[in-house]
């Protein structure tokens, strides 16, 4: 027969040791979300020409890393500033294994040689950089499969606002994305730049773009892989 001390002492290790295993838990659970990265689903399938004449699918960019945008050149507001900041992350990356797709909302304007005109003038030098154009309908149609907003091009009042939000694609062609403090999906990261530190306030003249550096870290995550 167990004595009484050996009985008061059971009582005290096992809620310890159940505390323990649920402190265990939380601490590797807390690593596990901020190491590994969410799989939102597979990128649509896209085929579209760029700014060098030539057609580049999602097959196309099997085997490498890249962030997509919705943009348009002659965009006087967010999309330079878009753009820079994806320039920034190109040159941060320098990785044959890293590329951007940046997919023209306005068409009718953004035929390949402005395009490549473009480029040239944002310094492009990734040749996995593709300026991608086509079709307007498939164009926004493939905005909607992303969940990436592109204004209706029959209204003319919406026809080219867009939002600023990237998505991030891994090698095997999976959208990825990491966790944010609360423990969910970001989903998407910002290409825009703010008055704040915390991403909070967007704004042209903002010096901040917290964004930027987290995409950083993903995509080198994902090279990895």
């Known amino acids: 027969m167990d004595s009484p001390s050996k009985k008061s002492t ?17 601490y590797f659970g807390k690593s596990f979300f901020e190491k590994s990265l969410f799989t ?14 030539k057609i580049v699918t999602d097959k196309d960019m099997l085997g490498k890393v890249y962030v997509v945008e919705f943009f348009y050149a002659r965009c006087p507001t967010i999309c330079p500033i878009m753009n820079n900041n994806l320039k920034f992350v190109d040159q941060a990356i320098k990785s044959k294994d ?13 035929t390949p040689e402005f ?29 909607n499969e992303f969940d990436i907003y592109v204004g209706d091009k029959d209204d003319q009042s919406e026809s080219l606002n867009h939002s600023g939000m990237l998505a ?45 550096k987290l995409l950083i870290e993903d995509i080198q995550k994902l090279l990895e892989e």
């Open 10 to 26: 059971s009582k005290i290790i096992l809620p310890l040791l159940i505390l323990m295993g649920i402190g265990a838990c939380i």
């Open 40 to 53: 939102m689903m597979e990128v649509p399938k896209f085929e579209l020409m760029d700014q060098n004449g």
């Open 98 to 110: 890293f590329g951007i797709i940046s997919i023209s909302i306005d068409p009718e304007n953004d």
């Open 115 to 143: 395009l490549k005109a473009h480029a040239k003038k944002l310094g492009v030098t990734n040749p996995n950089w593709h300026f991608l154009t086509g079709n307007r309908d498939y164009i926004g149609d493939l905005a």
């Open 168 to 212: 991030l694609v891994d090698k095997e062609g999976n959208v990825r994305c990491r966790f944010g403090k609360d423990g969910m999906p970001i989903l998407y990261y910002s290409g825009l730049n703010y008055d704040d530190q915390e991403g909070k306030n967007a704004s042209l003249k903002g010096k901040f773009q917290p964004d930027r």
